[in-house]
């Protein structure tokens, strides 16, 4: 059991320190990536059952292999969670967001809801044993929640730049905008050295104060530029 817990902490760290680095990103999480990943899921799955059928993998590795690697779950969505939250607050006070029901209400609520899942999960407050695989399972769950409350749907524009879902973008790297329709705002930009471009929905009655702030960053960037 000690060592159980002491591999499950080693990992979690591990998850901790790699989830900060934010080196993965949702945008590169395509439906190619999630096959291989599914496959290599499988593959060891039935590898590691027909190795416990034929004792070579016993029940006591088995659950020490199981928590470690809820442990690396957990580590990685709270490290990316903590990453994203220090991202947000070194780009500043939101000056506009679509917080429209659909596009931050439920996804909040949604959230909060698999940390409460989480928490019970791991039995810490009922009268279940708290053993290794479930308090690391609960604790992945609860990481699911803390990423969820980080991420928005729609574009944040903060005050030294613009968050989409996980990415952040300075205005310095703001090129232009257009709208594709009533409602729909296209914004440009560079990321990495490459022009890009993200589309969201903006309500009508909001139109005119999202136009102002971004005209208002394109002569703040023009300013710099000719200083």
């Given at each position: 059991?000690?060592?159980?817990i002491i591999s499950a902490i080693i990992v979690f760290s591990f998850g901790l320190w790699f989830g900060n680095k934010k080196t993965l990103h949702l945008d590169q999480i395509t439906l190619r990536v999630c096959l291989v990943f599914s496959t290599i899921l499988l593959t060891l799955f039935l590898?590691?059952?027909?190795?416990?059928?034929?004792?070579?993998?016993?029940?006591?590795?088995?659950?020490?292999?199981?928590?470690?690697?809820?442990?690396?779950?957990?580590?990685?969505?709270?490290?990316?969670?903590?990453?994203?939250?220090n991202s947000k607050l070194e780009l500043g006070v939101i000056e506009y967001l679509n917080r429209s029901f659909a596009a931050d209400t439920l996804p909040n609520?949604?959230?909060?809801?698999?940390?409460?899942?989480?928490?019970?999960?791991?039995?810490?407050?009922?009268?279940?044993?708290?053993?290794?695989?479930?308090?690391?399972?609960?604790?992945?769950?609860?990481?699911?929640?803390?990423?969820?409350?980080?991420?928005?749907?729609?574009?944040?524009?903060?005050?030294?730049?613009?968050?989409?879902?996980?990415?952040?973008?300075?205005?310095?790297?703001?090129?232009?905008?257009?709208?594709?329709?009533?409602?729909?705002?296209?914004?440009?930009?560079?990321y990495s050295d490459v022009l890009t471009s993200y589309r969201t929905v903006i309500p009508m009655e909001e139109r005119v104060r999202i136009e102002a702030l971004l005209k208002k960053k394109l002569i703040e960037k023009l300013e710099k530029e000719s200083d």
């Open positions: 059991m000690i060592w159980t590898l590691l059952r027909l190795l416990n059928d034929i004792g070579l993998f016993p029940e006591a590795i088995a659950g020490a292999f199981m928590a470690s690697i809820y442990a690396l779950v957990a580590g990685f969505l709270i490290g990316n969670s903590y990453g994203q939250y609520l949604i959230a909060l809801t698999l940390i409460i899942a989480g928490i019970a999960r791991t039995s810490i407050f009922n009268d279940l044993a708290i053993t290794p695989i479930r308090f690391a399972s609960g604790l992945s769950i609860v990481g699911l929640g803390f990423l969820g409350l980080t991420l928005r749907l729609t574009p944040e524009f903060r005050r030294k730049g613009i968050v989409l879902i996980d990415r952040h973008v300075l205005w310095k790297d703001f090129i232009s905008y257009k709208w594709c329709d009533e409602n729909v705002l296209e914004i440009e930009f560079l």
